[in-house]
Structures are given as structure tokens and as C-alpha cells.
């Protein structure tokens, strides 16, 4: 599957990330001469929208070509408790099919999509996933999950598109599609019913395009059908002269430096602004950007964009959390805590750190001094940051206890508290060249190090290791490490990256800016003055401390006192600083042994003395342990001189002669020291199994005690046995009835003409009758299994969506579905203890075939009837019996607005004497009353007065009556005769 990576500068911004792994997709080597092959591109396009968003959504997708081959999902903001009309109503303005969401269906070219109610959609292995939306009060579907998903999955195939409606949502997922690659449209907020939701897109700075709804259809036209040209998927033909001059012009124009970004990320950011401005080739888009300066200033701003959220991988700040809790702790309590948030972005990520920081502390924090510095190069992103004002959908991932206690509502909106804010402090640095802040417990700089070359990511290691204080922290994003700089940083907690600053005895490198050669600072070394208590220490070691190195736990040499040429060399090839490769080799044996006594001890071992020969002093062998700081137990290997009481004693000094019998029996030696530290380790070992032997003999007695306790227990058990088995007769005795009563409700429930399925609370079938197993394809081995495996795949799936709605909300639910042609109602009643507790579901299918046929039937011929009626010559109407209209077809309407002089706003529940002149209002509820009067029809001439002219109409005024004979109604039908009067007055002449 595709990946995306967000784009940072060195040394700006630093927020979390899509993806990493398309960081690399574009090749480093861009001198290749050939022309690089067009790329299907597989788009898809997402169109949020909310209040207003239909008018929207017809502009848009009725300006839409039908031959795009582009999957288009919509996400309007829709009532729970309202069945949607939309793919009704969109399906009108359009030629492309518009369907429903379906949960795991695969989205397909051509086609529409509409989210269903209440639920949240994502895109998840190229396939749809309707999730249940959490409870807290978001709008849904969620115009930002989806588009996280989208950003995940396609990349940069994703179009985001953001159109009329109220509120944030979308914001935070236009940022998430613009960081992976992908396009931005908003809709001109002169253009929207509602402006909220294009607005926020807009201030994220990650819209490419702000248009309106047609002209954004039109736009989407052109960028599909010019896929392989206008997006490239790799680097235009440039060589890497142009790529540098091309970024030298950009840091001219906004003092941004890219040149240690990696070329693979700068290029698909030229690309995009390539894209943007239309043009397919280099040479003219530098053509462009010299005769629009600004476009520097776009493409610096298109590098910048970033992405941040909330507790974002909310496990790896949970071990962030429990390493600050230790350092903490270890740190005096009037000491201020210092931690530095290179790449801060929009400040997400560093008010999270202050979030978890007052959480450690608690109620103690005021006793604290507690400083963040935020930086970035982003001065926007800062400013939004400063204000410390977000969108709801961003604190999705924040409980909310955390939210109630350190945010206060503003409008739409949430703004973190007074002293959260006043912790951090946001200002504009590039940690590559700007020197960076010191004594500080924790760094975090989560997913910058990826988007740098291998020699940046040193220098920005390097920086972090001078800044941090003995013991600090570095917390990183899951794709980066610290391999360039293994010796700097211990990690403790590797999964989450998460890692202590080493301190070491040898010159560390400190802060060293870009622009500094470092040749010439190793050339040319700054020196000081050294103070008296060094000169006195260099002296003590010359003096009285004999030759010697300090090691680690693994003879790392670390450290060089006085002269040990005679002992230690460094070997050919690979430069290695392990003692065991640089002693000599008769040493090597008794390092490794005192070294193991030394560890076991913990306590100074000595060697024994032996004389070197060949000019070499004799000497013997000392080791000192040096505890570190965090329990690491490093050594001072000592070369001590042989006292000059020891030099005549040939016992206690082994003489070189030279021979190799003397090399076997020095390595004899050394192997029967070997053996006595072996040999002391058996006897420790065997004093512990002894101690050990002895405790399961206790064990034993223990062990003894309880089994008497047991057989006690026994007899007490066996009581009750005979108890039990009187209560299992009388249990016999019930389950015999239980089973007739059982036969009982199967009868009954045979009986039946619906089909009944029993769910147990655990969603597993309990009991179905013969309907059910015919209908859903029971049988007797599926009592017990789960309805979700029961009906994977069934054409009546939507049984289990029935269930999850009546376990949640222990009510009824009912709806209407059809299987192999035929109608069904599908009821779900939740099962009702004799306790009245609710445990379960019955569900029952009731065959409505003849019913829905008659329905149908009878909409049908009442369809006919209204045709028949709207598209009569003759004026009818019906009134009830206190003469408000219920019915009238439009010639009727016509007449009115004739006979009054304008049409009024609703004519029905109104009388005659509301909408007609009081004359004619007088005559026709004269004739209504006769109507009721007689119980039979009325015929009568009627004359009114029109705008053309006098009218004669033949008016039948006739009673409705119901089935019980009642009269509830008043018909009338109107027939002009006035062209038939004009017939007859023209023959007569």
C-alpha cells in the first residue's frame, strides 16, 4: 500500500506524520536524461459538507464529468434519528450513479457515495468501514476521520474537497491530505451558505485551491484527465545544478535553508506547486517563480506544512510519562525543569508534554519552575500556537477529564488554561544553525530527524546531546533513531523511542552551527587557561597513580592515564578501543577473570605480579570498580609496578624466559585461576540449592499440614455430596417438566407464520422456530454459535445490525427489508427476564408480501387518480364539512389567483371567504351547506368574473361519505361553459 510522509524543514517544524516510508519514493539521482513514464494515478475524491451543503453538493456534482473514472465519497453532516434523503435527491442532478455506503464494499470508479446516519466511515485496505462513532457530541460522519484514513491510504491520490457548512470539521483533515501529498479544494466562503467549515481549511493554510462549487468540479476534471502530466510521479529531467539554484533563490527570498533536506521530499514538493501553477517542466517553473517572486515564498510555505495532534501515539507518551516520573524524582525539588519542543508546528505536541507534566506533579507544580520552549520556523504555525485556541475535533484523543481540566470552552472552540500557557514558551529557531537551549531534562523531537540527510541527523544528535543536562531524555518518532550516534544516548525504552544522554569521559561534540567549518575548528582548538585543582590532579596521576585505563562493563576503553605503550597497542585494520584487542596477549586470560571477580565482589581484585622481560616493566594486574550513575559498573585496569620488596621473590613473580614452556605454563596458571573462580561459583551455587533444599522441606511440612486439612475437608465434602444429590432429584423432577413446558413454546412457536430467532445477550443463537430455519438456513448445530459468524456474508446480514441497535438501546426496533422478491418486516424486541431484567434479543420476520402488493397497488391508483386530477380541464376541490379546503388541483389554484388578483400563500385549511371575493365565497358555502343539508349532489351555473372576461361555469357541488355513511366532506367540480356559450350565441346569429 502507498504511504505519504508530511514534509518539514530543517530545523522548523516537527509534528507527527502520516507515514514515513514514501519519504524515499522519489530517487536521489535526478541526472537521468529520459523523459520519465506517465503513471495511471488512482484518485479518489472526498467532499465534506454540512449546513447548506446540499445546494453545494448540486452545483458541484452537477458540473461533474461522467467519464472521470474517480470514486467520489460525500460526507454530509446528517441527523441520527431522520432516515436521509440524499441519495434521492443528489441522484436527480446527476448522470453518475449515487449509492449508499455499505460496509466493506471496495469504492468504484464512476460512482457516488453517501455516508449513512450516524455512522463514521473510514478507508481501510481499499475497502469502506462504517464504524460506530464514539460518544462524545462530534457531528457525524466525520468529515476529519475519514480523511485521516483517506491520507493514510491513497496519499497522494487524495483529493479533499471542503464545502458549505457550520463549525471546524475538516480542518484537521484537509492538514493530514495536504502533508501526504495529496490536493485541497475549499469552497469560496463568498460562495457558501455557511462558511465555517471552508473558513477552517482555509486558515490551516492547506488549501491549493479556493473556488466555487462548479469551478471546483471543473478544476477536479482537469487534473484527472491530465494525471500522468500535471502530477508527476517522479522528478521532472533536471540535473542537481537546478535543484540547488533553485533552493538557493528560495532561502534568498525567506531565509529558509533546504540544502541538507533530503532531495526525494524537496522534490515532491516542487511537484505539487508544478501542479498547481500547471506547468510541465522545470525550466519553466523557474521561469515562473523569477517572474513571481511569491512563488518562493508558496513552495517554502508548501515544504512547511505539517501535521500535529493531541497525544497522538497516546502508548508512547505513557512511557514518556513514567520515564519523566523517575527523572523527577531524582532531581532536588527546587530545581527547574527544563524541556526543549524543536518543530513545534501549531503547539500540540508541546502543551501534550505540559499536559503530562502537571500531571506528574499534581497539586506540588507551583513548587516548580517549569519551562518549555516550543521552536519553529513557521511563524504562522507559532502564532496559532501562541493563542493556544483548537478545534473540538482536535482534542478527539483527549478524555474528557483532561479536557475539563485544562481547556475552557470558547465558542466552537477550546482554549488551553492561563498556567498552561504561561509554561510554554514558542519562539523561532532552526536547530540546525541557531544555538540551542542548555540544561534541559527532555527533548522532544518526534518524526524531523527522517526528512534530514545522514550528516544533519549527526549534527542535530550532537546538538541535542550538548544541550541535554547529566541523565536527560530524548524522545523521538517511531521511524527514527539514533544509530548514527549509538554512543551518545542509551536508549530505555526502544519501542517508543525514548532515550537517556550517555556522558562520556572523552570530548563530546558540542553545538556547532552549518555555516562553521569544522576542519578548521579541529585545525585550530580554542585553548583555556587551566585552574589549579586540574594542574594538581594531572600532577597526583603523574606521581602516585601507576599506568592505567578506565573500561565499561563491556572493556570499552574510555578513558587514558600515563604511559601504557608497554601493555596495550592498537591493533592492525579496524580501529577497535576494546581492552581485550589492545592488552597483551598474556593479560588477556587475567583481565577477563579479575574483571568477573571484580563485577561478583564489587571491590577492588589484584593479579598477580609478573615480570615482563624485553624491557618491559614488571607489573601486575588491579582492578578498581567505578559506579556509574544509572548502576553501570565500569573499572580503572591499573598496571601497578612489583614492589621493591616483591623483586627478590621469585614465588610471587612469574620470569618470561622465553621458551614456549613457559608461555603453557603461564597459561596454566591462569587456567587454574579460571578453575578457582569456577569452583568458588559451584560452592556459592552450592550453598544456595542447600538453602533452597532446606525450604522445600518446610514447604514439605507445610505441604503435610494441609493435606490434613484436606482430608478434614473431605468428609465435610462428602456431607454435602449426599446433601446434593438430594437437591438433584428434585431438579430431575423440574428439568422433566421444564422439557414439556419446552415442547410446549416449540409448538407454539411452529405454529406461526413469522419466522422467531431467540439471541442471548453474548449475540449467540438460542432458539429459532421451523420458520426461521427455513428462512435463514438453521439448523440444530448452529444453537450456540455467534450470530456474527452465523450470518457472515448472509444476503440477511442486517439481522445483526438489528441486535446491536436493541442490546444498545434496550428498545424495539423494526424495519422493512426484502428477500428472493418477497417483503418481510424485521422486528427486534428485546428479551424480557421474569425479573424484568433485559437479556437479549428476539427477533422475528413476519412475511408482508400481500400486504406491500396491496400498497403498492393502491399508491399506484392513487397516482393515477392525482394524474388524472392535475391534468383535468375541470376545477376540483374538496372541503370538509366547516368548509377549510383539504384538496384541489391546479386549475383550481388558477382560478383563485384569477378571481382574487394574486395567489395566496397556502391554500389549504383556509375557506372560501379567506382566499375568494365575499360574493362568491357567500354562493359556494350556501351550496356546501344545501349539499349537507340534502345528503345529495347540487347543480347549479355559476358566473364569475375573471381578468379576461365573464366565465360560465357548470358547478356540481356532492357529498363524500365514509363506509359508516357518515358525511365528512364537500366535492365540487367546476366546468367552464363559457366557450360552449360563445359556440351557441355565434350559431344563433
Known sequence: MKKTAKKRVPGSSSSDKISETQADLVPENTNSAETPALIERQFIVAIGASAGGLEALTAMISNLPTDLNVPFVILQHLSPNYRSMMVQLLARTTELEVREVEDGSIPLPNRIYITPPNRNLILDNERFQLVEPGIEVLPKPSVNTFLHSLAESRGEDAIAVILSGTGSDGASGARAIKAGGGLVFAQDPLSAKYSGMPQAAIDTGCADWVLSPPEIANEISLIVKNRGSVLHSEPPSASPTTLKALLYKVQRHTQVDFSGYKEATVWRRILRRMAANRVHDMDEYLILAERNPEEYNQLCKEILISVTAFFRDPLAFDA??????ELLESKPARDEIRIWVPGCATGEEAYTIAIVLFELLGDKRNERKIQIFATDLDLAAMANARRGLYAESSLSAMSTELISRYFHPQGDAYEVI???????????????????????????????????????????????????????????????????????????????????????????????????????????????QRTVEERFVDAAFEAYVPPSVMVNAQLDVLHVFGDVSPFLKIPTGRVDFNLLNMIERPWRTEVQTLLHQMQH?????????????????????????????????????????????????????????????????????????HLQTVIEELETANEETQALNEELQASN??????NEELQASNEELQSTNEELTTVNEELQVKTAELGEANAD??????????AILVVSEQYRVQRFNDGAARLLDLNHSRQGNSIRDVFAGHPLGMLVDIVDTVSRTQSPSEQAIEHNGRHFVLRGMPRQTSTGEMHGCVISLTDETALFAAQRLSRESQHRLSAFMDNAEIIMTVKDTAGRYEFFNPRFATLVEAVSGSMPENILGRTDAQILDADTAQRFRTRDIEVMRRNSSLQEEERLMLPDGRHNFLAVHFPLIDEQGTLFAVGTLLTDLTGYHLLLADEAL
Open 320 to 325: 514518556l510519562k513514567e520515564s519523566l516520573g
Open 418 to 528: 492561563k498556567p498552561l500557557r504561561e509554561a510554554v514558551v514558542f519562539a523561532r529557531q532552526n536547530v540546525l544553525q541557531d544555538p540551542p537551549f542548555l540544561r534541559l531534562d527532555l527533548i522532544s523531537c518526534r518524526n524531523l530527524l527522517i526528512y534530514f540527510q545522514n550528516n544533519l541527523q549527526e549534527k542535530v544528535l550532537d546538538t541535542f546531546h550538548y544541550a541535554l543536562s547529566r541523565g536527560g531524555l530524548l524522545f523521538l518518532g517511531k521511524s527514527e533513531s539514533v544509530y548514527q550516534r549509538e554512543g551518545l544516548f542509551e536508549p530505555i525504552g526502544r519501542q517508543h523511542k525514548l532515550f537517556r544522554r550517555k556522558e562520556l569521559t572523552t570530548g563530546a561534540p558540542a553545538f556547532v552551527p552549518l555555516s562553521v567549518d569544522l576542519s578548521t575548528i579541529s585545525r585550530a582548538p580554542v585553548r583555556r
Open 701 to 706: 511440612e507445610e505441604l503435610q499440614a494441609a
Open 601 to 673: 565482589k564489587r571491590a577492588t581484585v589484584l593479579g598477580r605480579f609478573q615480570a615482563n622481560g624485553k624491557g618491559k616493566p614488571d607489573c601486575r594486574l588491579a582492578l578498581h570498580p567505578i559506579t556509574g550513575d544509572y548502576g553501570e559498573l565500569a573499572a580503572l585496569v591499573s598496571f601497578e609496578p612489583i614492589p621493591e620488596d616483591k623483586l627478590g621473590d621469585t614465588n610471587h613473580i612469574t620470569r618470561a624466559s622465553g621458551v614456549p614452556s613457559q608461555e603453557i605454563e603461564e597459561e596454566l596458571v591462569a587456567t587454574r585461576e
Open 745 to 754: 413454546l416449540e409448538s407454539i412457536q411452529n405454529s406461526l407464520d413469522c
